[in-house]
């Protein structure tokens, strides 16, 4: 963490930066050309390495958004619905470029007939099926999580303790203002589909005011005051192929300032949207060149797909042969106000300077400082931060690979192949609707050849019955069986097993994803096709557990970057004090201890809130606490552990020994294991009085422990056996309430068994 007033007793302060990057000459102009140099290189490549590897990315993309059914349908629908006549549902057709497959012409090219009952391709989408599986296992885990970001302190004082909680409340409430909860969700799931997310501040710190009336006491009228309405640290999240950053590191490095020298990303907007802006430097100074355009019409696919055609339209330079392109300082233009409707590369670059040695100051050691760069090299904004400046999350990456492939690319070719199945079974299904009359037309008369013309014809002619006469004699006198003058050609029986071998084909490739993913019938929600042991339920809940545990393992880091940027940025950039809520375990000198202010005069501890400043939160925490990630229960572990921990509390010696602490501890574990993750046992500082004091509390409490624990283990199995019953009446009345039998009825015999043992309930 970097104090925001020390670097402004060093010089380092947004002003002086507004000076070095708006100069014209002098000493500040040589390090804003030095600068400007390194930043256009730095963009230009990253940019550059984006669009090349974006492939890998958009084909995930693509993947992701794939049509579930096909793209004619809504038009279909409207018709059949009546909602639109022939025409418009043509005309909707043939925009489309498919109206050859359901529309029907005369000679004349007039539309005469819309096939609307027609069988189309589907499109399966295992990545969203898959991926929505595993994002909601992980999401799950940390949404129900109060406070979302859970502070540890270092030290085991009170005082620390209460900082911790007093920060974890101050977290909570900007957790709640900037929507974290629903911005975790989206990073979760860019790792499951890119292999991994990288989030960003928006800015150093985000506060927003408001105004609203006050009462002066003095006067009684209502004034007019400012407040704040929030403030904290906005994160944004970029699209993967949008980053740009130091490839020399890994950039799982970025966590603990240990990794590139500089990262950032990048956007196209257009140029009129950033003019307007007040807080923008060098606005009018916005240059452009060949290299960027360059870039557009190189990798056309990737801006066209990611894009809109409203910001695709670039000025260009006036010189455009190979030689003039090679040189930048003759390739330059200057955007003017003809060009608001263009569109013009803006980039956040984030880069590790020392201020003393590159001129921005006289702070001696390195900082990160923010620039925002319009086109390829003009900075319309710089800030120095106080922390990290960025926070990264991979699941299963190698930090040696400058690319690597996600849950969702190892779907992909799996995806592929269901729906070339689907597809070809549809094709047969399609065939197999087809019937064949084969009639021969020398056995039957014209009229009644006219007849079954007719009656094929109409759409009811599979559901009103037909009668056909015919001369048999004259059949027989031409020589032909009487059965045998109508032939119909039924396509369906010869392709039927051809669809059953694709229904097989796409159960055994499911089979086969699930294998490869690690994953479960059960873990989808789905009954286990075959009996399965108990062992065996046991064995694929542990499997389970330990890939979610992995898979939260890169979720946890990035999730202890985050709590320490905010921190950092919390402590270094707000001056307003805060009000939060904190436990009942603190007393009020506890309180001014620790530096704050208790709203309630009460000395012993309580429910109480109390006022702060961000300076009071300065104490070195634990950012990397597991926050809940292992959430997995364990029932048979937790047995085991109260059956050990009763055995230890009857050994004489041996409970007073391990203390209050370590029995919580054994409490707490115990808890977890049996599901109840937010039940939790804590000592308070009354535990920490005079030794004496606390050993005769120690020795009274844990002969009542001794006492009173069988009993407590006795109660939750009767509780649980209870609870058992309850659910077996409960299916009791919904089965003879399914047999006809009143549900009040069912309540009165169950009552009567449960009174009388010799009653007998027949259900």
């Known amino acids: 963490m970097v104090s925001k007033k020390i670097l402004e007793q060093h010089g380092c302060t947004q002003a002086r930066l507004r000076e070095i990057f708006t100069a014209k000459k002098g000493k500040d102009a040589e390090t804003r050309e030095k600068f400007q140099d390194k930043i256009q290189s730095r963009i230009l490549e990253g940019i550059q390495f984006g669009a090349r590897n974006s492939k890998l990315y958009m084909s995930v993309d693509v993947a992701w958004d794939s049509l579930p059914i096909n793209k004619a349908t809504i038009p279909l629908l409207q018709y059949a619905q009546g909602k639109i006549n022939i025409e418009q549902c043509g005309d909707r057709l043939d925009n489309m470029g498919v109206s050859d497959q359901f529309c029907d012409y005369d000679e004349e090219g007039n539309l005469k007939k819309i096939d609307a009952l027609r069988l189309y391709e589907v499109s399966v989408n295992l990545i969203r099926s898959y991926v929505t599986r595993r994002v909601a296992a992980q999401v799950s885990r ?26 974890s409340q101050r977290v909570e ?8 909860r629903h911005q975790w969700e989206q990073i979760i ?118 894009f809109s055609n409203e910001v695709m339209n670039f000025p260009k330079s006036d010189k455009d042969t190979f030689a003039w392109q090679n040189e930048r300082t003759a390739n330059v233009g200057i955007y ?43 900075v319309l904004y710089a800030e120095f931060l106080p922390s990290l400046p960025a926070i990264y999350g991979g699941i299963n990456e190698n930090d040696d690979r400058l690319a690597n492939i996600s849950v969702a690319h190892e779907i992909m070719p799996f995806q592929d192949q269901l729906s070339n199945i689907m597809s070809k079974m549809l094709h047969d299904m399609k065939i197999s609707m087809m019937k064949i009359f084969c009639i021969d037309q020398d056995a039957l008369d014209d009229d009644v050849k006219e007849y079954i013309k007719n009656a094929l014809s109409e759409e009811s002619f599979y559901a009103k019955p037909k009668a056909l006469f015919y001369s048999g004699q004259k059949a027989a006198d031409l020589g032909i069986n009487n059965r045998d003058f109508i032939t119909i050609v039924d396509a369906q029986k010869e392709l039927s097993a051809g669809i059953n071998q694709s229904m097989q084909a796409i159960l055994q490739l499911l089979n086969l994803v699930e294998r490869l993913l690690i994953l479960s019938p059960q873990e989808l929600g789905q009954a286990a096709p075959r009996e399965i042991s108990a062992t065996e339920v046991a064995e694929i809940a542990n499997s389970t557990n330990s890939v979610y545990s992995f898979i939260s393992e890169g979720i946890d880091d990035m999730r202890a970057a985050a709590k320490k940027m905010i921190y950092d940025h ?193 259900v």
């Open 336 to 378: 003017s106000g003809e060009d608001e409707d263009k569109g013009m590369f803006v980039t956040n670059m984030f880069m590790r300077v020392n201020p003393l040695r590159d001129g921005l100051g006289e702070y001696p050691h390195e900082v990160w400082v923010k620039f925002v760069v319009a086109s390829d090299e003009t």
């Open 173 to 180: 409430m900007m957790t709640d203002q900037f929507g974290y």
């Open 189 to 306: 799931r860019q790792m499951f589909m890119y292999g991994h997310s990288v989030a960003f501040p928006a800015e150093g710190w985000t506060r927003k005011v408001q105004w609203r009336h006050e009462k002066n006491e003095m006067t009684g009228e209502d004034d007019l005051k400012s407040y704040i309405e929030k403030e904290g640290i906005e994160f944004f999240t970029p699209h993967p192929t949008r980053m740009l950053w130091d490839t020399s590191k890994p950039l799982h490095g970025i966590n603990n300032d240990q990794g590139p020298e500089w990262i950032g990303y990048w956007d196209i907007v257009r140029y009129g949207d950033l003019k307007e802006s007040a807080d923008s430097w060098n606005i009018d100074e916005v240059s452009y060149t060949n290299s960027l355009t360059t870039l557009y019409d190189t990798h056309a696919d990737f801006f066209n797909y990611y």
């Open 570 to 762: 919390l402590v270094s950039c707000s001056e307003s004090d805060f009000i939060v809520p904190i436990k009942s375990r603190y007393t009020k000198k506890s309180i001014e201890d620790a530096g704050f202010v208790s709203q309630t005069d009460e000395p012993g501890p309580a429910s109480r809130n109390v006022i702060g400043t961000p300076s009071n939160l300065i104490h070195e925490y634990m950012f990397t606490s597991r926050d809940g990630a292992e959430r997995a229960r364990d029932t048979q572990s937790a047995q085991v552990l109260g059956n050990l921990l009763q055995s230890i509390l009857q050994l004489e010696g041996v409970a007073q020994g391990l203390g209050k602490e370590r029995i919580f501890e054994m409490f707490n574990e115990i808890f977890r294991l049996s599901g109840a993750h937010d039940l939790k046992l804590e000592t308070d500082e009354y535990d920490d009085s005079a030794e004496q004091q606390k050993t005769i509390q120690d020795e009274q409490f844990f002969q009542q422990l001794k006492k009173q624990f069988p009993q407590v283990l006795q109660s939750l199995q009767e509780l649980a056996q209870i609870v058992q019953g309850i659910a077996g009446g409960q299916k009791q009345i919904a089965q003879t309430a399914a047999q006809g039998v009143k549900p009040e009825q069912a309540e009165q015999k169950l009552e009567q068994a449960n009174t009388n043992p010799e009653v007998e309930t027949k």
């Open 142 to 167: 940390f949404s129900n999580l109060f406070p979302y970001f859970k502070y540890e302190p270092r030290s085991t004082n009170v005082e620390d303790k209460l900082r911790a909680d007093v920060l």
